[in-house]
């Protein structure tokens, strides 16, 4: 029997198929369809017309009448021969149930609240691992403590090097910009009242208790707890790491007590630093713009400054160094071994270094202020 075209003919809004509905023809019958459907038409009254018809017709009278609607031919079409209602039905019962559900209504509340619980959550995931990772490295730290034999002295100079030395120009030179500012900000409040002598005390307490110390920290972070995670993630990139392990080499003892040891000793000889630097920056101020001698500005120093400021400063930066080589380290075993992963994990690092600091300097302000310290 000679093959039909398969056709596709309106009447009323109302399609009539024709001829043969096969792989054959399926883009002239594509495109009836779509013609068919830019005219709004409905669902076709009868199918005694088409001659022939396969799979790839069905699944195209499906998107015409809906896998639904051919799902239920026996109730409209009973007419039709048992084997092509039967072939209708199956593709019509397999696209119903392959048909995606419908997407939800986006809702104003519901879509915020799902990220940020997303994000509270993944939060919460990194401090339960910091928290981890902490008390693993005070194992090791404990562990390694009572034997000298096994303290990496050579690692912890060259870091000192690297983290303290090296770093002292640049937090020299940004402490000294800052304390000029803050007492050229103090000056322009106090001078409305009369009082601007006192923008010595300003500089003096804001250097010894609060920003020599976090200046110094968060450029830290941002210099050293990303070379920390840079070179730990190329090397678990690498699979040093995996190596050392098979070695029988504990990292944490090798590579993370050296690093958090030398940051330790450099943090608080940059916070001491950064100190004097930002009351230099300060006393020229003074010196230049506020007609307050050096010799003045020494003297409401040793009079007014208490020792206790000082300390309060330079006992939070043990902590601080800590805390940033802690996380530097954890960001750099946490790489997956590529290229993005050590981008993604070093700007983590740099960002969570930088907020522990910021908190943590906050509790230790509430800490003072309620201690009277």
Request: glycine content about 10%; some cysteine.
């Amino acid at each position: 029997m000679a093959s039909q075209p398969g056709e596709l003919l309106l009447e009323a809004g109302t399609p009539h198929p024709r001829g043969d509905w096969t792989l054959e023809h399926h883009t002239n019958l594509r495109h009836r369809i779509d013609e068919a459907r830019r005219a709004g038409a409905g669902a076709p009254e009868s199918l005694d017309e088409i001659a022939a018809i396969d799979t790839a017709g069905a699944a195209l009278l499906a998107e015409l009448t809906g896998a639904e609607y051919l799902a239920g031919i026996d109730e409209w079409a009973p007419g039709l021969p048992a084997e092509r209602r039967a072939l209708l039905r199956a593709v019509g019962e397999a696209l119903t149930r392959c048909e995606a559900p419908a997407a939800p209504r986006p809702h104003l509340l519901r879509g915020p609240l799902a990220d940020i619980g997303r994000r509270m959550e993944g939060i919460g995931r990194q401090q339960t691992q910091l928290l981890g990772f902490i008390g693993q490295v005070l194992a090791s730290l404990a562990t390694s403590l009572w034997r000298p034999r096994r303290w990496r002295l050579t690692s912890v100079v060259a870091q000192v090097h690297q983290t303290g030395l090296d770093a002292l120009p640049i937090v020299a030179l940004l402490t000294f910009l800052v304390g000029a500012v803050v007492a050229f900000l103090g000056a322009t409040v106090l001078r409305d009242f009369g009082a601007t002598l006192y923008t010595v005390h300003l500089v003096a307490y804001a250097f010894l208790r609060e920003f020599g110390v976090i200046l110094a920290a968060i450029l830290l972070a941002g210099r050293t707890a990303s070379a920390f995670t840079a070179q730990l993630g190329a090397m678990k990139a690498n699979e040093e790491l995996d190596a050392l392990r098979t070695l029988g080499l504990d990292p944490v003892e090798l590579l993370v007590l050296p690093r958090v040891a030398a940051l330790c000793i450099s943090l608080p000889i940059l916070t001491f630093v950064g100190m004097l630097s930002g009351i230099l920056g300060g006393a020229m101020v003074c010196l230049v713009a506020l007609d307050i001698s050096a010799a003045q500005f020494l003297a409401i120093l040793e009079r007014d400054i208490a020792v206790q400021h000082f300390l309060v400063g330079i006992g939070k930066a043990p902590l601080f160094a800590f805390v940033v080589a802690v996380i530097g380290c954890l960001e750099g075993f946490k790489v997956s071994g590529s290229a993005q992963s050590v981008g993604e994990h070093t700007t983590s690092s740099v960002v969570q270094s930088i907020f522990m600091v910021i908190l943590l300097d906050a509790v230790a302000a509430l800490f003072c202020m309620e201690m009277g310290w």
